[in-house]
């Protein structure tokens, strides 16, 4: 290992913290560089046994490599409000999902409709930059038009939200529930007896 800022050998690096991260499946280490005096932090991560690749378009086959994907969204998220454990988050998450459900070999299409998938969720304007390199826009009305629909798509949710309870009785004027047939106000014993 080198150091990403001056080039120093792995004798100039030491390790001023470490712990478990990712649900245990990751050591994250923090470095300082002896010579630059920068600090990084590293992951380790156990190999997977079966080794995926990735099958790109020209149909090339290379190594999976999370970091592609997060570099991608990094870019797509520069200047959000994303915080860079969601990013992490979601590369688990995509990496899961491919090692679960292929075996040995997944397109990079199939990659990048389950990142851009999740992608929208997390932060729309992040969605449309990525979107616009993903799906290979050549126009501005191609870009306009999936802002437009991810606008629609989201005032659609919103709607639905105030349908969920659409089937139940509104509440009475007073503001308060009706008491259930049979039971009785505080310190009301009912009707009176009768006197003897």
Not at 92 to 98: I, L, S, T
Not at 111 to 124: A, C, K, S, Y
Not at 139 to 154: G, P
Request: net charge positive; glycine share 6%.
């Amino acid at each position: 290992m080198r150091c990403p800022y001056c080039d120093a050998d792995k004798e100039s690096l030491k390790v001023i913290d470490s712990r478990t991260s990712e649900d245990g499946r990751a050591v994250r280490r923090r470095r300082e560089c002896e010579k630059c005096a920068k600090r990084f932090t590293t992951y380790e991560r156990i190999e997977e046994h079966v080794r995926m690749y990735v099958v790109k378009k020209d149909g090339s086959r290379v190594p999976w490599d999370r970091n592609k994907i997060l570099v991608g969204l990094e870019r797509a998220c520069y200047k959000r409000p994303v915080e860079a454990a969601a990013l992490q988050k979601l590369v688990d998450e995509v990496e899961e999902e491919v090692i679960r459900a292929h075996d040995r070999e997944v397109s990079s299409s199939a990659i990048g409709e389950l990142v851009i998938d999740r992608l929208r969720r997390l932060d729309q304007v992040a969605y449309v930059r990525f979107a616009s390199v993903y799906r290979r826009f050549s126009t501005l009305e191609e870009l306009v038009d999936e802002a437009k629909s991810v606008i629609e798509a989201q005032r659609y949710e919103s709607e639905g939200q105030g349908r969920l309870f659409a089937d139940a009785e509104p509440p009475p004027p007073s503001g308060r529930l009706p008491r259930p047939r049979g039971t009785q106000r505080r310190g009301d014993n009912g009707p009176a007896a009768p006197r003897s």
